[in-house]
Nanobody
Framework: QVQLVESGGGLAQPGGSLRLSCAAS????????MSWARQAPGKGLEWVSG????????YYADSVKGRFTISRDNAKNTVYLQMNSLKPEDTALYYC????????????WGQGTQVTVSS
């Protein structure tokens, strides 16, 4: 069965960095675009970043552009989110998701990893 398992969350200081990982299994990882999304306390789900199946194209929300970098290693069935220059408003539960069509139709989600940015 399809599984997405996020890791790498934690507590970071403003201006600090974290690297999230999402390990995928149960499907041909290299055939699917992947995305990261987040949900802050009391707020709705926000799409953060996406990457094509072969890693050739990446996309970012304006709120993270220039600070976050998405990447993937198809040999390891893993997608990453490098987060730099973290801000308190980046505090959220971060999810990875499989994009069924490559057009933002997400059919599987991980359980999430918590990121807290605070001094």
């Amino acid at each position: 069965q399809v599984q997405l398992v996020e890791s790498g969350g934690g507590l970071a200081q403003p201006g600090g960095s974290l690297r999230l990982s999402c390990a995928a299994s149960g499907f041909t990882f290299s055939s699917y675009a992947m995305s990261w999304a987040r949900q802050a306390p009391g707020k709705g789900l926000e799409w953060v970043s996406g990457i094509y199946s072969d890693g050739s194209d990446t996309y970012y929300a304006d709120s993270v552009k220039g600070r976050f970098t998405i990447s993937r290693d198809n040999a390891k069935n893993t997608v990453y989110l490098q987060m730099n220059s973290l801000k308190p408003e980046d505090t959220a539960l971060y999810y990875c998701a499989r994009d069924l069509t490559g057009w933002g139709e997400y059919d599987y989600w991980g359980q999430g990893t918590q990121v807290t940015v605070s001094s």
